[in-house]
């Protein structure tokens, strides 16, 4: 995995692996924003909490966001006024600012150094039909009596038929704000540990998280924070969700950033703001999403189209870091945040924040402190992942599952014979009527591993850009020598000896 901009100069405090049995009142899995959010507030509360993370803290998808700060989550206003009502939409809407706010306010009470700034935020399109979805957009936002407004220039040299702006939105440095938070869990007496991968959940009288290392932690209350659930029970979240990686360039530039925080809808969309870093102003430019696991077109080079684009409109002056992370979309394109099911009313999850997870955490974080606390929050209903909204859901749902039986099969095999490999790349191969997944690294070494993924048992494929085995069913995703990297596995692909 690429270093991001944010690890650079940020490392959060390490912790030790659970090498015990515990009990507590409330077991928080998965060390990311939502996971450390939610361990802050609670605790605040006076309840005691352990946090468990597979790997380090804040390491993954949220030390590899963008971190805009924003309630302007692409075009999404009039399209849910559409689906589930003015009202519902006015408590999404309300629920990201709370979100901002609180934020907000802890980076005021606790002083932090994370560069949180105040910015615009600006939708565009060069494309007629597109246009047409941000005048709907602006629309929306009157209804909604959002401050903002439409504008058909942008300062760069990129073709602009539409653009949509929202007042008064942020940006920050992710790790430079949760180090502070977790330095704070500490001093609270969270118990928080790393290296320490959940496999399941028993529901007895207390509910108990089981780990890799066998050991338990017995508590009242699970908070599942772990992005795609690790458990879902039968709550069939691999049916209502999908993954979607982006790719990020860091950049300096010959030019002086204009201020903002850009994101097209055209396809393939872009995302672009800046941050000061070790004294230099950094453009960070994302994009080239595609389904994690499925590729657009033979050789796809993500972070090739990323640097032509920024060719292309960016008086580029060197480039710093790169990227690539993914997120899940739910049906409706609103996470889901509440109990995981009937079956399991103290287990809950909060994941599907469309790349909309800085907001969406602090939402989830607050939204399960008061569930917990059984105090009131006005966003249980519209979040709560029970909820089916037939329209226009079952036409996604239906073509989203064709397409991921059609990933139980596939898997292009080849019979490549392994002199034929060349060095850093991969390919798949039959031996003994199995599918083996060989990459060849720079020394001539092949690693062999079966590819069949360990969550639910779709074919694995080969990711070049960042040199992994991703499954286009759920996402999770292996390196090349099997080891577990992200997503919802908590086994490493089998290897195999040749
Ligand atoms: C390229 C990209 C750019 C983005 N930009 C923005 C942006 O500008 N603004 C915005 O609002 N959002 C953005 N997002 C979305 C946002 O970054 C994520 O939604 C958010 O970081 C998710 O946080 P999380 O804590 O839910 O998940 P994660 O950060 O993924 O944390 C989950 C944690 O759970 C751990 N875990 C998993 N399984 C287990 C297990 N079995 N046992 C123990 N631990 C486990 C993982 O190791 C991980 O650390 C972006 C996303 C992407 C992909």
Partial sequence: MHKTIWQDNYSLKPFTALNESVSTEVTIVGGGMTGILAAYLLSEKGVNVVLLERNRLAQSTTGHTTAKVTAQHSVIYHELIEHIGLENTQLYYQSQLDAINLIKTIVDDYKIDCDFEHQQAILYTNESKNEKKLLHEAEAYQKLKISGQLQDELPFSIPVKQGLTMNDQAQFHPLAFLKVIVNHLVKKGVKIYENTTAVDIDVQEKTIVRTAQEYNIISEKVIVATQFPFYEAQAFYSTRMYPSRSYCLAFTSEDTYPGGMYLDIDQPKHSLRYVKHNGENIWILGGESHKTGQYRKEDDDPYRDLEKYANKHFPVQEWKYKWSAQDFTTLDKVPYIGVLNKK??????????????????????????????????????????????????????????????????????????????????????????????????????????????????????????????????????FSYDGKVIEGPATKDLSQIDL
């Avoid at 999850?349 to 008061?370: E, F, H, I």
């Fill in 344 to 477: 399991h009313p103290n287990v809950y999850v909060a994941t599907g924040y469309r790349k909309w997870g800085m907001t969406n955490s602090a939402v989830a974080a607050q939204l399960l402190t008061d569930v917990i606390l059984d105090s009131n929050n006005p966003y249980k209903e519209i979040y709560q992942p029970r909820r089916f909204h037939a329209d226009p859901d079952v036409k996604k749902f239906v073509s989203y599952n064709t397409n991921v039986a059609k990933e139980f099969a596939k898997g292009k095999v080849t019979n490549t014979k392994y002199e034929q490999i060349e060095q850093n790349k991969a390919t798949k191969t039959k031996i003994d009527g199995q599918t083996v997944g060989l990459y060849k690294d720079n020394n001539n070494q092949i690693h062999a591993v079966d590819t069949t993924c360990t969550h639910l048992g779709c074919e694995c494929n080969w990711n070049q850009a960042e040199l992994s085995w991703d499954c286009p069913c759920h996402g999770s995703r």
